[in-house]
């Protein structure tokens, strides 16, 4: 359940490449690699450009080493996208999060059966929380993408977004209506 060359690869696309992937150290099993996303992440929160120089300057070990292993992580690409290793990472994480819950619940499961119900409906949730992580960040990122691509492709074909009501006034306040946009007027 855990492929360093996967985390690797990852890496190297976040840091080279500058892919807006969505990194928490609990999705990296190797305590280095843990540490760089411990960094990426402030890196992140503070707006702060995400290169193997700010990244070494935020990790509290010897730098030359830390360098070193940062410039080596594009060694693990071999014809994979960025996409399909960030797809197996958070396949991974999530199973060793699924089995971890499940090892968990054991002790519970054997001594407290009583509650059996209670025990089942508990790791149900849980599971559920698992899931719903996953899909909540590829829904984000696949809108991100889908409104890019749809913009992209409008403004190439010259379209004009506006839709005029008629009413000179309104269409002026609002600049016209928008395809795809709700627009509640309130008197």
Known sequence: MWNEEIEKAVLFYVIYEQEAFVLNEDDFVSDRNRKIVKAINELKSR??????????SRIKANKSQVLEYLSGLGEYIRTATADS????LMQLSKKRKVFDLLKSSEKDVIEDTDDI???AQSIVQNINKIEQ???TEKSFMKQVSDTVETIENNVLKGMDYSLYT??????DM????HRQELTIIRC
């Open 47 to 56: 707006n702060e450009e995400i290169s193997i120089f700010s990244i070494s």
């Open 85 to 88: 290793v960030y797809k197996e």
């Open 117 to 119: 119900d209670i025990i």
């Open 133 to 135: 992580s996953e899909l």
């Open 166 to 171: 008629g009413i000179q006034d309104l269409d």
């Open 174 to 177: 609002l600049c016209g209506l």
